[in-house]
């Protein structure tokens, strides 16, 4: 399809992800912060990746496990009989890692709170508190302990988050975002939040997972997302007219030109990988010349923990290359020091998702591998744990030859003490893989369902090796429980159940999220292959299909393409064209009254002009998310998932909502910065015709004319993109996540404008607008459109347009999210410290009185847990109903006795009761409950 300059200078965009703004409807004006209405849900889904969620005592007497929904430590005396459930602590929110220092000392690393709970046990009455909580960095993730005489907790964090001492740099190039906080454990300092040694800034994104040697001398840390040199460029950088000549040198988007039908596919961008010399598309072409970054794929970095200040090592030996693409574990062998990390390898450089008619290209069936990758002195050597799949067939009916033999998304890994053999948790299988680690490194095992164990409870992602009763303690995820395998027999002999809040909805379906044996047909990838734990993988994918037919746009649109002559410029009838080129990973959080699902918004069961909202025509994401699912394309499933299975993923998928955004301030104010960029957002007119908001809802409340409850960004309508098709009015939600990407090489002509040098390294491969292709919001704004509108009354040419630029960007960061920054954010109340956590109480308080949380508090009395719940005017109510409410100060006076510690928790409103004060909300107060209460009966299990 050509380009229409005049087309393209009339693009209206307005906003850091996508769209283009021709017309909109009045939008309701959101009051002064943006702040969502408060959720009455008893629960909320994350869905945080669990890293370290089990960890034996020094002694071995010990096992503990963070019971992640319930945000509860759970400890367990390991007895000859096998567990015997010894106390349970309420921790922080979303608990996904525990290491023990002690026998009497064990911290556990909160996910959402942005903390780490210091967890006291008391030997002689087998209670445990919280005497200490410790801020960090955004979404920590995993803890270790090493350095002299293990004194010093590294715990990884994204280097943002409102806890952070530290500018996060948004905006700055060619800075790492993946930070290792570092305590000294026996001098936590007398701050709020605790005094860190160092943070080691890494030069990766997001960081994950740690591992230390034996001798405590080096640890070893992750990166997340690590990514696998891939990028995007730009539609306007690749000449029109698909293939070209390869004999003159010329070079376009690579064919087919049409889908099966002849029908004129639109131009695209492409996605590059660096092969080690150049970057290159499918096809092998070379395309130097269009990308003005490096991607070093950091992945793997060594520090050394016995430094006076730990830190990174200097040059090559401080880092790891090529490990993987996602990376989710590390086990040291004890005996070897070879480092093993579990990871999937990404092959987004391929395209289609369809069949593979054309030319055999197809991503069908074999979108990832998952991998073990081997680090040494030789460097990274990956081993792929499925070698056995024939990825030239594709799609056998379930179960099969290959799928039984399979093992999908490796999570948590155990080396035996002498270092031979390896056992991997099998999160998308069901199984605990072993391994040879000999036949491992020198890549000479062969897949065998001898070499497996499976794991009844489903879903294992934590792993515990008890080398001296001959047993694996294991995490099951999906029906939240430990289970003890026999490393002998290799089979189950006890399962120990976890107390477990979540609604039958979301528990149920989980497992089709990750279940690789029953959603592909060669048993290695599921769902969340690319939708991270319900999240995205940072990549973007070309998931085209020349075998499918165009089919019509169902719309709502802006403004109907037949009635406006800029559409007609576009398209003279509305459709989707299933080539369509790189689009970024979307994450599954808050599908919610969204509307139309994925980038295109082709994913419905409606036709144009027959919507309303909520929930029916095109804006049923109920029936839109079931069409989303791509278990027949992308995964290579025979048919589609069974209705009863489909049904409950999406019930499951449905309730996956956003974390609060980790820049925006704990009281939901805004900076001066912030607040220009949200009124010129509010208010700006992009040429005297639109707003930002006109599409780009901000409408917290019930708008039936406009936009549902939960739009946040999108209101769900079709617009048309600064390429040539129709694409989806994309939400606002997660722009902070998408920073790191800067260098990007100009189009020649007034379209792409800005800087064209050369950026150096950077840390991500794809930025923002669908494509990723785009590295900032900042010239994302400058350019695209925006360049030639605005200087027709809306951004004129200017230095001082720059400024408001940079502040509607800064707007962008702090985006609102479906929950209040504040839910999460907690703070322990001692006798020694009133005087600067006081601060942090009462806006914990306030924040609870505007009804942007609930706040409880949870702490050890002379019996018993004690659980208080605060109520808005009326004083924090105990977990027993016959007590009264108790002030503010009388309730902080119960913690100035030694040994009293208060923990203060703002959590997502409508889970206070059950959080603090009823655990089971069956009515009768925690307190009053019977000690034959199945939230009181000791957990235990025998062989």
Request: glycine content about 10%; proline content about 8%.
């Amino acid at each position: 399809m050509p380009r229409s300059p005049a087309l393209l200078r009339a693009c209206l965009l307005c906003a850091a992800a996508v769209a283009t703004l021709v017309h909109a409807a009045p939008a309701t004006v959101p009051d002064k912060n943006g702040a969502p209405p408060p959720s009455r849900s008893s629960f909320t889904l994350f869905e945080s990746g669990q890293v370290r969620p089990l960890a034996l005592s020094p002694s071995g007497k010990l096992l503990f496990a963070t019971n992640t929904p319930d945000n509860r430590l759970e400890v367990f005396s390991v007895e000859s009989t096998g567990l015997v459930h010894r106390t349970s602590v309420v921790v922080g929110l979303e608990p996904v890692a525990v290491a023990a220092r002690s026998d009497t000392e064990v911290w556990v690393v909160n996910h959402l709170s942005d903390s780490v709970s210091v967890v006291a046990l008391d030997a002689k009455t087998r209670r445990g508190r919280v005497v200490r909580t410790l801020l960090v960095g955004d979404e920590p993730r995993d803890i270790v302990f090493a350095g002299p005489e293990r004194r010093r907790a590294f715990i990884t964090a994204a280097h943002r988050g409102q806890n952070a001492p530290f500018d996060p740099q948004l905006t700055t190039p060619g800075i790492g975002r993946a930070d290792v906080w570092v305590f000294d454990a026996a001098n936590l300092g007398t701050t709020l939040g605790g005094e860190p040694l160092t943070l080691v800034r890494l030069f990766s994104d997001t960081p994950r997972a740690l591992a230390v040697t034996p001798d405590g001398s080096r640890v070893y840390a992750a990166a997340f997302h690590s990514g696998n040199r891939t990028t995007a460029i730009h539609e306007r950088l690749v000449p029109n007219g698909f293939g070209k000549d390869p004999k003159k040198g010329t070079k376009a988007v690579p064919g087919p030109s049409t889908n099966f039908q002849g029908i004129p596919a639109p131009e695209s961008g492409l996605i590059l990988q660096f092969d080690g010399t150049h970057w290159v598309d499918v096809e092998g072409r070379t395309w130097d010349e269009k990308v003005k970054l490096a991607l070093p794929d950091k992945d793997v970095f060594v520090i050394d923990a016995m430094a006076p200040v730990p830190q990174q090592l200097e040059g090559p030996e401080g880092f790891f290359t090529g490990a993987g693409t996602i990376l989710y574990n590390l086990a040291v062998n004890p005996v070897s020091g070879k480092l093993y990390v579990s990871n999937t390898e990404a092959r987004n450089l391929q395209r289609f998702e369809g069949p593979g008619i054309f030319a055999g290209h197809t991503l069908r069936g074999h979108t990832v591998e998952s991998r073990i990758s081997v680090l040494g002195p030789e460097g990274a050597q990956p081993r792929h744990l499925n070698k056995h799949i024939d990825y030239s067939k594709c799609c056998e009916p379930l179960p099969n030859d290959e799928s039984v033999r399979s093992l999908a998304l490796p999570q948590s890994m155990a080396v035996t003490g002498d270092g031979k053999t390896l056992y991997v948790a099998a999160l998308g299988s069901d199984k605990i893989g072993i391994f040879d680690t000999e036949a491992l490194e020198k890549d000479s095992f062969v897949p065998d369902t001898k070499q497996q164990i499976h794991v009844p409870g489903g879903g294992p992602t934590g792993l515990v090796l008890d080398e001296a009763r001959g047993k694996l303690y294991v995490l099951a995820r999906f029906d939240n429980a430990i289970s003890v395998i026999s490393t002998q027999s290799r089979t189950e002999v006890a399962h120990v159940p976890l107390y477990n809040p979540e609604p039958a909805s979301v528990s149920q379906g989980r497992r089709y999220l990750y279940d690789a044996s029953v959603g592909s047909s060669h048993g290695d990838t599921a769902c969340a292959s690319c939708h991270v734990y319900g999240d995205f993988d940072s990549l973007a994918w070309d998931l085209g299909n020349p075998d499918a037919p165009v089919v019509p746009v169902s719309g709502p649109f802006v403004v109907e393409p037949l009635t406006n002559p800029l559409y007609r410029q576009v398209i003279t009838d509305p459709v989707f064209h299933p080539l369509k080129g790189p689009t970024t990973t979307q994450s599954l959080r808050g599908l919610l009254n969204a509307g139309p699902m994925h980038w295109h918004g082709e994913r419905v069961k409606a036709t144009r002009g027959g919507s309303s909202q909520p929930d029916t025509g095109a804006f049923d994401e109920k029936a839109a998310f079931r069409e989303t699912a791509g278990f027949m394309n992308v995964l290579g499933r025979d048919k589609q998932l069974p209705d009863d299975a489909l049904e409950a993923l999406t019930r499951f998928a449905l309730q996956l909502t956003y974390p609060p955004n980790p820049i925006r301030n704990l009281d939901n104010s805004l900076t001066p910065d912030q607040e220009v960029g949200r009124q010129e957002f509010l208010t700006r007119n992009a040429n005297t015709i639109a707003t930002c908001i006109g599409c780009h809802a901000l409408d917290p409340k019930a708008n039936p004319t406009t936009a549902a409850p939960g739009f946040f960004g999108t209101d769900g309508r079709m617009t048309f993109d600064f390429n040539p098709q129709l694409l989806k009015i994309p939400h606002l939600r997660n722009m902070y996540q998408k920073t790191g990407m800067f260098g990007m090489a100009l189009a020649g002509d007034s379209f792409l404008k800005g800087n064209n040098e050369f950026m150096g390294d950077q840390v991500r491969g794809f930025g923002f607008t669908h494509s990723g292709s785009i590295d900032t919001i900042f010239r994302f704004f400058s350019n695209l459109g925006f360049t030639s509108l605005f200087s027709r009354g809306g951004f004129p040419l200017t230095p001082e347009s720059n400024v408001v630029r940079r502040q509607i960007e800064s707007f962008m960061f702090v985006f609102p999210s479906n929950l209040a920054p504040i839910v999460g954010q907690q703070v322990t109340l001692t006798s020694s410290n009133l005087t600067v956590a006081g601060p942090r109480i009462e806006l914990l308080i306030a924040q609870a009185e505007a009804q942007e949380c609930d706040l409880v508090v949870k702490g050890a009395g002379p019996q018993r847990e004690l659980g208080f719940l605060y109520r808005p005017g009326a004083g924090f109510q105990p977990d027993q109903r016959s007590r009264k409410p108790l002030s503010a100060e009388a309730l902080r006076a119960l913690a100035s006795k030694p040994g009293r510690e208060l923990t203060y928790t703002c959590v997502p409103p409508g889970s206070g009761a059950r959080i603090g004060i009823d655990r089971n909300l069956d009515g009768i107060y925690d307190g009053d409950e019977p000690s034959g209460s199945p939230i009181n009966v000791a957990h235990s299990a025998a062989p």
